[in-house]
């Protein structure tokens, strides 16, 4: 069966320093995979999506970027941290468009 | 764009109740997933349909593809299924094989004893 494992589960970072957070999925190979953010108190929005290795697609312009170094990895970074960057991070996936997508556990990120 | 809206925002029910939530979106699609998130931030999906309806347990999906509309049921609600249940059609935006999904703000549901 295919998991996706996501960490850390939370994290609080000074303003400034940089981040990484990874994701993973085992069971399946050439995933889709999806990064969104969960604002307080707002909704959950695309961040990054990417078809296959190194192929990385930005829905909106922010202060983070996002790596696919293997196959089932996804990595979300950011050179430094601005107070905008707090929130909840999912990583999803799923085997092609029109897919059921699968969520990870998520990452609560504090800026402070 | 695809812009969701989904009604209502809160609603606080009695355990037993039937429940309604809604969701309207405004670009055509293939599919949509209901999602639910508990207050620890995990998300789980509950179903992705593209037409008709499916049932889950105590829980009903619709999708009315032309009318652009889709509901979530729950019968015999539970204190458990206290929940916010998001609506996520895909975006509109986003190509090239994927489908990233663009979310409702969600349905605070509080089922009481």
């Known amino acids: 069966s295919q998991t996706i494992h996501q960490w850390p589960a939370t994290l609080v970072q000074p303003v400034g320093s940089p981040l990484s957070l990874e994701c993973t999925v085992e069971g399946t190979s050439n995933p889709n995979l999806y990064w969104y953010r969960q604002a307080a108190g707002r909704g959950l929005q695309l961040l990054f999506y990417?078809?296959?290795?190194?192929?990385i697609s930005s829905e909106v312009p922010q202060n983070l970027s996002a790596s696919r170094p293997q196959d089932r990895q996804f990595i979300l970074s950011s050179k430094k941290l601005l107070l905008s960057d707090s929130g909840f991070y999912l990583c999803a996936w799923n085997r092609g468009q029109g897919q059921p997508q699968h969520f990870g556990d998520g990452t609560r990120l504090s800026i402070l | 764009k695809n812009e969701v809206e989904q009604s209502p925002q809160n609603l606080t029910a009695q355990e037993g109740e039937f429940i309604t939530i809604n969701c309207s979106y405004s670009v055509g699609i293939s599919a949509l997933h209901w999602l639910q998130q508990h207050p620890g931030g995990g998300i789980v999906s509950l179903f992705m349909?593209?037409?008709g309806k499916k049932k889950h347990g105590r829980l009903i999906a619709t999708i009315n593809i032309q009318e652009k509309h889709s509901s979530l049921h729950i019968t015999a609600s539970h204190p458990r299924d206290s929940a916010v249940y998001i609506c996520a059609p895909p975006c509109t935006y986003s190509g090239g094989g994927a489908d990233g999904l663009t979310f409702g703000k969600g349905t605070h549901l509080i089922i009481q004893p």
């Open positions: 990417s078809v296959g290795i190194g192929q």
């Open positions: 349909l593209s037409s």
